[in-house]
T-cell receptor, first 112, second 111 residues
Framework: KAGVTQTPRYLIKTRGQQVTLSCSPI?????VSWYQQTPGQGLQFLFEYFSETQRNKGNFPGRFSGRQFSNSRSEMNVSTLELGDSALYLCASASGSQETQYFGPGTRLLVL | DAKTTQPPSMDCAEGRAANLPCNHSTISGNEYVYWYRQIHSQGPQYIIHGLKNNETNEMASLIITEDRKSSTLILPHATLRDTAVYYCIVRVANRDDKIIFGKGTRLHILP
């Protein structure tokens, strides 16, 4: 089976812009979770989607949003980018909400 | 906050067994212990998980103490490619599941 794929792999944006990141889960997986990783804060949970519904949410401002489509693919959107949003954004998929998560390679976002 | 405590770093000689400890003294009965590792700038890689019994797969062994308050991940024959940050995670097995990563252990394999 193909693994979790994330696009784009690298992205450069400027402050105030918005960005949309995409995640395609492993075939058959219905749960997609998003994480932000920075050197200072480590890996932090953003949100989880299961069957197009947000099941869980971390402590991030409303500028961070996501959605999941009927084919389980997920997108994450960050509006009004700030310098501190520069990070590696990771997506993980699982067959069910309580199952083992498998991570994608991540999208590295740089905000200038 | 993460529910696990791990040493920030460890060294291990190549070819030897790497034993990575993790404390999870507040673990609940329905929580699993998961281990992931992250090689520089890549996504975390699932290694192994367990509830009560010791587990073994092609990558590693997981030893969980009888009181479940700590565990040890064992890489039986460490190689340079095992250099990574290893995360021990306690995962609540209910509807409001949320994975919280701690700082992990940076494992250095010495040639």
């Amino acid at each position: 089976k193909a693994g979790v794929t994330q696009t784009p792999r690298y992205l450069i944006k400027t402050r105030g812009q918005q960005v949309t990141l995409s995640c395609s889960p492993i075939s058959g997986h219905r749960s997609v979770s998003w994480y932000q990783q920075t050197p200072g804060q480590g890996l932090q949970f953003l949100f989880e989607y299961f069957s197009e519904t947000q099941r869980n949410k971390g402590n991030f401002p409303g500028r961070f949003s996501g959605r999941q489509f009927s084919n389980s693919r997920s997108e994450m959107n960050v509006s009004t980018l700030e310098l501190g949003d520069s990070a590696l954004y990771l997506c993980a998929s699982a067959s069910g909400s309580q199952e083992t998560q498998y991570f994608g390679p991540g999208t590295r976002l740089l905000v200038l | 906050d993460a529910k696990t405590t791990q040493p920030p770093s460890m060294d291990c000689a190549e070819g030897r067994a790497a034993n990575l400890p993790c404390n999870h003294s507040t673990i609940s009965g329905n929580e699993y212990v998961y281990w992931y590792r992250q090689i520089h700038s890549q996504g975390p890689q699932y290694i192994i998980h367990g509830l009560k019994n010791n587990e073994t797969n092609e990558m590693a062994s997981l030893i969980i103490t009888e009181d479940r308050k700590s565990s040890t991940l064992i890489l039986p024959h460490a190689t340079l490619r095992d250099t990574a940050v290893y995360y021990c995670i306690v995962r609540v097995a209910n509807r409001d599941d949320k994975i919280i990563f701690g700082k992990g252990t940076r494992l250095h394999i010495l040639p």
